[in-house]
């Protein structure tokens, strides 16, 4: 049983992953889906004053969403390897991070949970893999706290 357990932080790594890098084939080639979804968001964010927030140059655009989740992937997928394991915390922080931002867009904002009329599939998707990666945060907790004292001691010398 503790062997299977132990096999969880993979799967969701390798499941985060998938979903993220399947996103990335709509946000890297401004697909139509894309371009609604973060079309309305910059129309909501122009309404009050915020002009080109989700922009294709904006601060958060499609472009900046999907590096964010390509860096995430490619930190669940590295942390599979053991002396790599704390990359999996880093990764699940990321993706927590830029979930709770999609969720709460979605839920916040004249875009709704179903923007592509596709059921609410992208927006399913954003709530499990923020469940998912609150999991393992919580799993991976050693290795947080570890990375947070690194770069403590890297920026303050302690």
């Not at 992953?17 to 609604?36: C, G, H, M, Y």
């Not at 309305?40 to 915020?50: H, Q």
């Not at 999907?66 to 999996?88: D, H, K, M, V, Y």
Request: aromatic share 14%; net charge positive.
């Amino acid at each position: 049983m503790k062997r299977i357990l132990g096999l969880v932080p993979h799967a969701i790594a390798i499941f985060a992953a998938v979903i993220f890098l399947d996103s990335l084939r709509f946000k890297f080639t401004n697909a139509p889906e894309t371009q609604e979804i973060f079309g309305r968001l910059d129309s909501w964010a122009a309404s009050f004053g915020a002009d080109g927030l989700f922009a294709q140059t904006g601060l958060f655009s499609q472009y900046v969403i999907g590096t964010a989740e390509l860096f995430a992937s490619a930190l669940f997928l590295i942390g599979i390897i053991p002396a790599f394991r704390r990359l999996q915390a880093l990764a699940a922080l990321i993706a927590v991070c830029v979930m709770s931002g999609a969720i709460s867009f979605h839920l916040f904002t004249p875009l709704g949970t179903d923007p592509n009329n596709d059921g609410g599939g992208l927006f399913i998707a954003a709530c499990v893999v923020w469940a998912t990666s609150w999991l393992m945060l919580f799993l991976r907790r050693k290795e947080l706290f570890a990375l947070i004292a690194g770069l403590g001691k890297a920026l303050f010398g302690r």
